[in-house]
């Protein structure tokens, strides 16, 4: 079983709709998480932390369910240039972290 | 900010040539670095913890002597693609663990690799 996985989609949205999907993790020692955002042939950049009590950064709003062991993501109002692929990323007690394999979302005009 | 620099970002080569990567972290001392393998729709893979001072740490499944990490100073680690087929052909990213703030790890642009 792979330690994190994503719907890999993708998810194809007009700009202005809301677009949510997940991921679940393996180990239920992970420490720390993250939405990583990576566009085509580039390195991944973070998109923002995901705290245990949820957090939201402008159209972007992050959970954590730890019990079942799932974080998921939603984005609202879509832009155009939120087309990406978000990474789910879960972090042990180590430096060492886990990727999923990413969600791909294209926004249409 | 911290900052990490990756060279070169694309290389094509023939088979058999041996490739050098070079991660280097600017602004601060990383004595970890990590390196990643991404094959196309796939997620980013651990290959090695690179370990300044001593050995490199490699990931099951992960050919030491295929590939070569050097890690000899604080701001600086290399990874060696020796003798590359065509399979090695990949994205190559390394990156160095961040203590402060949110981000856990700071990424190099990355390294297309593509053997012909």
């Known amino acids: 079983r792979k330690e994190v996985e994503q719907d890999p989609g993708p998810f194809n949205v007009p700009e202005g709709a809301t677009v949510a999907f997940n991921c679940t993790y393996s180990?239920?020692?992970?420490?720390?998480f993250f939405w990583y955002r990576q566009d085509c042939r580039k390195e991944p950049k973070l998109l923002m932390s995901v705290y245990s009590s949820g957090n939201e950064d402008g159209r972007f709003t992050a959970q954590l369910n730890r019990a079942s062991q799932y974080i998921s993501l939603l984005i609202r109002d879509s832009k155009l240039s939120d087309s990406a692929t978000y990474l789910c990323?879960?972090?042990?007690?180590?430096?060492?972290?886990?990727f999923g394999a990413g969600t791909t979302v294209t926004v249409r005009a | 900010g911290a900052v990490v620099s990756q060279h070169p970002s694309w290389v094509i080569c023939k088979s058999g040539t041996s490739v050098k990567i070079e991660c280097r972290s600017l602004d601060f001392q990383a004595t970890t670095m990590f390196w990643y393998r991404q094959f196309p729709k796939q997620s980013l893979m651990l290959m090695a913890t690179s370990n300044e001072g001593s050995k490199a740490t490699y990931e099951q499944g992960v050919e030491k002597d295929k590939f070569l990490i050097n890690h000899a100073s604080l701001t600086l680690s290399t990874l060696t693609v020796t003798s590359a087929h065509p399979e090695d052909s990949s994205f190559y990213i390394c990156?160095?663990?961040?203590?402060?703030?949110?981000?856990?790890?700071?990424f190099g642009d990355g390294t297309r690799l593509s053997i012909l």
């Open positions: 990323v879960v972090k042990g007690n180590d430096y060492k972290l886990s």
């Open positions: 990156s160095a663990p961040w203590a402060q703030g949110d981000q856990p790890q700071h």
């Open positions: 180990n239920s020692a992970s420490q720390s």
